[in-house]
């Protein structure tokens, strides 16, 4: 049985503001009812700010949950302000969602960014449908059960940090059905992080300037506030050569203020191989 927060149930019973709205100026639409869950929201925007939001669903109670609570964190905001929320969001706003329903806050955060991206543009709304579909058939399809491309794979572990298969099947049901899709899913995990590796890697060089500057501007100005204070040696590869200066230099717990606070800082700012050493 799946735990549910009182947010939950309560936008699951009293869903706010569902419906449709006449002449609205962006509608956005995600899902389908081949796969089960579908929403369409409609978007009332004067001056920038959205005024109104309306939505239609067919889906289970986190659909309807989700859905709901998306229009009311969005009434009253700037469209770029909207554009920044993301399905996180609103599972966070509802206090959560069990694992396995988390596809909902998604198709709430797909949905939005559909009728964003065609906001302003709705004089020939079928052939803007057409265009996107033909688009949509150009991407690559991963899971052919639910119809989930590789971009959304990507989307979902880009905006959440998904590691697992399992994971993402509950984000976006690729996976869900048949299975066969599985290793591909996979392969689009290991090649996102191996990309997301690539590019955070550092040279020597700013690999230095970077330890440079985090002991200079954040551990210095630590150490300072009881007296003490730090100086940067020598980098050699991962380890960090230091000197202690001031009330830190020969304290007892000068081992600690090493390795529970310089060290721990330069591994979650820069390395996590990184090893100070006191010279």
Not at 84 to 91: G, H, L, M, V
């Amino acid at each position: 049985m799946w735990d549910y927060s009182e947010k939950v149930i309560d936008h699951y019973r009293n869903p706010r503001n569902v419906g449709k709205i006449d002449n609205a100026d962006a509608i956005g639409e995600a899902g389908s009812l081949a796969c089960g869950d579908s929403l369409k929201i409609y978007l009332k925007i004067k001056d920038g700010i959205v005024t109104d939001a309306k939505f239609q669903t067919f889906g289970c109670g986190s659909a309807v949950a989700s859905s709901s609570i998306l229009t009311e964190m969005i009434i009253g905001k700037t469209v770029d302000e909207v554009r920044k929320i993301t399905n996180k969001d609103i599972a966070d706003q509802l206090g959560g969602l069990p694992p396995e329903k988390m596809h909902c806050s998604v198709m709430g955060y797909e949905a939005l960014e559909d009728a964003l991206k065609n906001y302003g543009d709705y004089t020939d709304l079928d052939d803007l449908r057409a265009e996107e579909a033909n688009n949509k058939a150009k991407e690559k399809i991963v899971c052919t059960c639910f119809s989930v491309t590789e971009n959304m794979i990507w989307d979902a572990i880009k905006i959440n940090g998904l590691k697992t298969v399992e994971e993402i099947t509950n984000y976006t049901k690729a996976g869900g059905a048949c299975g066969k899709c599985k290793s591909a899913i996979q392969d689009i995990i290991d090649t996102y992080y191996k990309k997301e590796a690539s590019e955070n890697t550092l040279t020597p060089a700013q690999k230095i300037l970077k330890i440079n500057n985090i002991i200079e501007n954040q551990i210095s100005p630590e150490l300072r506030k009881d007296g003490g204070d730090i100086t940067l040696v020598d980098i050699d590869g991962n380890r960090v050569l230091v000197k202690l200066r001031g009330k830190c230099s020969g304290c007892k717990n000068s081992h600690l203020t090493l390795k529970a606070f310089v060290e721990t800082t330069l591994r979650e700012t820069v390395d996590k191989s990184i090893e100070v050493v006191e010279v």
